[in-house]
């Protein structure tokens, strides 16, 4: 049973596969939280484990309570405000009377089958017998508040959905001015946190650090998880590694302002919270209604880094990416921005489709540029009707990419607005703006008002015309700036903490409308690069375009970095020009394909231009995809090297591999950033084969037999590849 009950003790035993989870209503009718961790076959013991304090009176004890059990200290599911508990809330109300506060007992609980789908929000979900829900009911009496605490056991994953719901059973308004999705406590204090952060072309770099005393903070007020963190976070014992040691991880199923926030209390203690960022939030619920905050992902791993992460690309995989594409390969595409940005015409396009499709390449996608009057970044968004003077008819342009031999896909970047649009000109009152402010443009943008309805509803209506209009198969979703101004005049003063919110639901009901409409659209999510990578995304985009950057060197650490959290099958990866626009770096076209297809496998270049030697080996590319690929979206990925995930940024090699569900197959990475000159060749031990199998190792002109057991305990030497810059793309096979 992955959800049990004990009536004894009130206690809630979750059980995954590997792993328990245990919390309990005291005689208080407080939940309290007593362990998350290895699996445990009987949790009942652990009740009389918890720690007993002093009555310290900087620690209060609600009146008439054991003086002995200060809410300050002990480990909470969800904690309340003004009530005795100093550290970070999960909950904070206001009532009529003007108090905030929050004090939640138990009510009650039900045990349901399966994993209920949130309304307007990203959602897991599981077929029969994949997992089961507890949903625990705490009720402010004082504010006649319930908050339902929804837990979801997936114990194939080991991963634990849990989500928060605040119900308003009064007869007045209740002001929410914090509801986190999940809270996970620990009677200790001496974690690395491990996380991802960067900025635009740079993002999700791991970073490791131990714990700060205080504590830390990752967050985003842009509107947008950003480029510079990322709303996912592990905890780990500082002797964690890649493959042996304790990693918690947590990933907040959210695309707008989040918190994620890790706390060292006073008395040892850490909370990892994570939620919508409450300081850009308030929500009044009227009486009856009811407000859900988003899910978080929970997992952990007494096997490392590398088993955390691989139990979220199974969840993820299984679980919230659309399985219309989790576990399929997707088609290979050619994206003319870097070959053309805004100067291209219909012949143009015709001619790079032609060349792709001569490589084996299986769709164009048209990117910024080809609508209302846009020729640079300075107009047009909004306006998401044909530039027939640049591209011709759209069903012309379509036919003749598909004519090619090619399927078609179009850029859109549908919350945005040009002030030198039509858009804008109609609706002025429809960007988002404050009052008696200037508004900031950012590149050379707006943003619309998404938490209106009428603005989603007409920029569907726009993006659903051309859809309709030609054989457009696929859809980039880009989102070029972060949110400025955010005021909403649709809404009363008072209401205005909830535009940041509706915004968000805005967005992803667009998503659900026009998924609706078209369900066998492949919409890849995108956001300058990876300024939205979230799960929440990946809920309706089953790939989000990882980086601006795809210099293969400056893609190692963004790539590694997140797949921390992300399965490599969702990350946007092209073959791009060299020298690299970004870098102006040159590295040979070989080891910029084997980089691009540890994800999404793509090309971004003017395919008319590349030399004979390129097409030959853009051919090789293009037959180890078909051959290898579905490595990526079913098996499961290693980190080989560096050693310790954090040094990728610097790392003179890195490697990683994929094997296959039954271990049979096999394929390594290993890239070589740096030459050591005159050193031996470098070794890098495999990881997740099977001990007993003989395998056909092979790369470039090597060719040998080797045991499973052999690659991974004396490793795999790799010849040839001490070079600034190369690479080997290693196959295995029994
Ligand atoms: C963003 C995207 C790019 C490209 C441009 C177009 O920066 O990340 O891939 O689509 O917008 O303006």
């Not at 009227?286 to 590398?306: I, Q, R």
């Not at 048209?366 to 009707?385: A, I, M, T």
């Not at 980039?476 to 949110?483: E, I, S, T, V």
Request: proline fraction near 5%; charge should be negative; include cysteine.
């Amino acid at each position: 049973m992955p959800v049990s009950f004990d009536d004894r003790a009130k206690l809630f035993h979750l059980s995954t596969r590997n792993t328990s989870y245990v919390f309990y209503v005291d005689n208080s009718l407080r939940l309290f939280h007593l362990y998350y961790g290895a699996a445990l076959r009987d949790a009942f013991p652990l009740t009389g484990q918890q720690p007993d304090f002093w009555p310290a009176s900087f620690s209060p004890v609600v009146n008439g309570e054991e003086l002995s059990r200060s809410p300050d200290y002990r480990l909470q599911e969800l904690a309340g405000f003004n009530q005795g508990d100093f550290r970070p809330a999960g909950v904070v109300l206001q009532t009529a009377n003007g108090a905030v506060a929050a004090d939640l007992h138990y009510f009650g609980h039900r045990v349901i089958p399966g994993k209920p789908r949130l309304e307007g929000l990203p959602s897991a979900f599981a077929a029969e017998g994949e997992a089961e829900t507890v949903e625990i009911t705490l009720r402010d009496k004082a504010a006649a508040v319930e908050v339902i605490l929804a837990y979801t056991v997936f114990p194939a994953c080991d991963v634990i959905v849990r989500s928060a719901r605040a119900v308003n059973t009064g007869s007045a308004p209740v002001v929410l001015e914090r509801l986190l999705s999940a809270q996970l406590d620990f009677d200790e204090a001496d974690f690395d946190v491990v996380h991802l952060q960067g900025s635009w072309a740079r993002e999700r770099h791991p970073v490791r650090n131990r714990q700060i005393p205080g504590g830390q903070q990752l967050r985003s007020v842009r509107g947008a998880t950003g480029h510079h963190q990322n709303p996912a976070v592990a905890l780990c014992r500082p002797d964690t590694s890649e493959e042996a040691g304790d990693a918690w991880g947590l990933v907040l199923a959210y695309s707008g302002d989040y918190l994620v926030d890790v706390d060292t209390g006073q008395y040892g203690t850490t909370r990892v919270s994570a939620g919508i960022n409450p300081e850009t939030f308030s929500w009044t619920i009227e009486p009856g209604a009811a407000f859900t905050a988003p899910e978080v992902y929970l997992t952990f791993s007494a096997c490392g880094l590398g088993r955390m992460s691989r139990n979220f690309h199974r969840f993820l995989r299984s679980h919230v990416i659309s399985p219309r594409w989790a576990f399929k390969q997707r088609p290979i595409l050619i994206n003319n921005w870097e070959a053309t940005y805004f100067d291209f015409n219909a012949q143009k396009i015709i001619d790079i489709a032609r060349s792709g499709a001569e490589l084996g390449i299986e769709m164009l996608v048209l990117d910024d540029g080809w609508f209302g009057k846009r020729d640079d970044d300075r107009s047009s968004l909004g306006d998401w009707v044909a530039y027939s003077r640049k591209i011709g008819d759209i069903g012309d342009l379509v036919r003749g990419v598909n004519h090619a031999g090619m399927k078609f896909g179009l850029w859109f970047e549908p919350e945005m607005v040009s002030p030198d649009s039509d858009l804008c000109r109609a609706h002025p009152d429809w960007v988002l703006q404050i009052p008696g402010r200037g508004r900031c443009l950012g590149r050379n943008q707006y943003v619309l008002d998404f938490s209106r309805d009428e603005v989603v509803d007409h920029v569907f209506k726009m993006i659903a015309k051309i859809l309709h209009s030609a054989d457009i198969v696929y859809m980039k979703w880009d989102f070029n700036r972060n949110l400025t101004e955010v005021f909403s005049p649709s809404l009363l003063p008072a209401r205005q903490g909830k535009v940041r919110h509706r915004f968000v639901l805005g967005v992803y009901r667009l998503y659900r409308m026009l998924l609706a409409e078209f369900p066998d659209l492949l919409i890849e999510g995108c956001s300058g690069g990876g300024g939205r990578f979230d799960a929440g995304i990946l809920a309706y985009s089953p790939q989000i375009w990882c980086s601006d950057d795809t210099d293969a060197m400056e893609r190692l650490a963004i790539q590694t970095g997140t797949s921390l959290f992300y399965p490599p099958s969702s990350m946007g990866a092209h073959v791009s020009v060299c020298p690299n626009h970004m870098t102006g770096r040159t590295v040979p076209f070989a080891t910029r394909g084997y980089v691009a297809l540890a994800g999404t496998f793509g090309y971004e270049l003017d395919l008319t231009k590349m030399s004979p030697e390129d097409r030959a080996t853009a051919k090789e590319q293009i037959a180890l995809y078909h051959r290898w690929h579905d490595l990526v979206e079913c098996g499961d990925y290693y980190r080989l090297l560096p050693e310790r995930l954090e040094d990728v940024e610097k790392a003179r090699l890195v490697a990683w591999s994929f094997v296959a569900p039954d271990r049979r197959r096999a394929t390594v990475t290993f890239v070589c950033r740096s030459q050591l000159v005159h050193a031996p060749d470098p070794k890098v031990f495999l990881r997740g084969l099977d001990p007993e199998r003989l395998y056909k190792v092979n790369y470039g002109k090597f060719a040998y037999e080797l045991v499973g057991g052999l690659l991974m305990s004396a490793g795999l030497r790799v010849r040839d590849c001490n070079r600034d810059g190369a690479a080997a793309f290693i196959t295995l096979e029994s």
